[in-house]
């Protein structure tokens, strides 16, 4: 993908209802878990007091995401794609790409024991989840079995490289060529002068 072409403002299709990603509210979301986690880490990385160490089966959880959504014949529609995910399938694809590209941490590795690690996907989905939705990390845990503690690190990591790789275009302001197309879109509409409104980007 090269991302010197790629335009914020082009990426996402004004055609439907699709709310850009609120990537501010990672951080209050991320200092929420941290502090529901005050008090129970030991001075050992990653170590939580009473923790336990669960199998949770974590192929299990990759095969489910993928059949049901990313396969060749996927389980899940299109269009229930879009609303779940809050974007399309082909959008995604274009932003998972260019973050496990970014961050090796996302690339699916074995441990010291040859175990096979969370896939690109799991850890992706599951910071998307929480971001789209602000739910707490552990609840990623039943469908793409990812703990609570490795849900926060994908999210922090996940937000760190959509800055530094779309920073650019996903956090800038619209420049004079983007305000003419969306002001023309919007009065096609019927909502003229209406720079974007995302409440009534789905009316046609």
Not at 62 to 78: G, M, Q
Not at 113 to 128: D, E, F, M, N, R
Not at 132 to 156: C, N, W
Request: net charge negative; proline share 2%.
């Amino acid at each position: 993908m090269n991302h010197s072409n790629f335009n914020f403002y082009d990426a996402f299709d004004f055609d439907d209802d699709t709310p850009v990603f609120a990537f501010q509210v990672a951080t209050t979301v991320v200092v929420e878990e941290e502090s529901n986690n005050q008090g129970r880490r030991t001075g050992y990385h990653d170590s939580i007091l009473g923790h336990n160490i669960v199998n949770r089966n974590r192929k299990e959880g990759e095969l489910r995401l993928y059949n049901d959504y990313f396969a060749e014949n996927p389980k899940f529609t299109e269009s229930q794609f879009r609303r779940r995910f809050r974007m399309g399938r082909c959008l995604f694809f274009r932003i998972t790409n260019a973050v496990e590209a970014h961050n090796p941490y996302f690339k699916q590795s074995t441990n010291a024991l040859g175990v096979l690690g969370l896939s690109y996907l799991q850890k992706i989905t599951a910071a998307h989840i929480i971001l789209a939705y602000g739910i707490l990390a552990d609840l990623t845990d039943e469908y793409l079995r990812i703990g609570e503690t490795t849900a926060i690190e994908s999210l922090r990591a996940f937000v760190k490289v959509i800055v530094e790789v779309f920073g650019d275009w996903y956090l800038r302001a619209p420049n004079e060529a983007d305000i003419c197309r969306l002001l023309s879109i919007g009065e096609q509409r019927g909502f003229p002068g209406m720079l974007g409104s995302i409440d009534c980007m789905h009316w046609k």
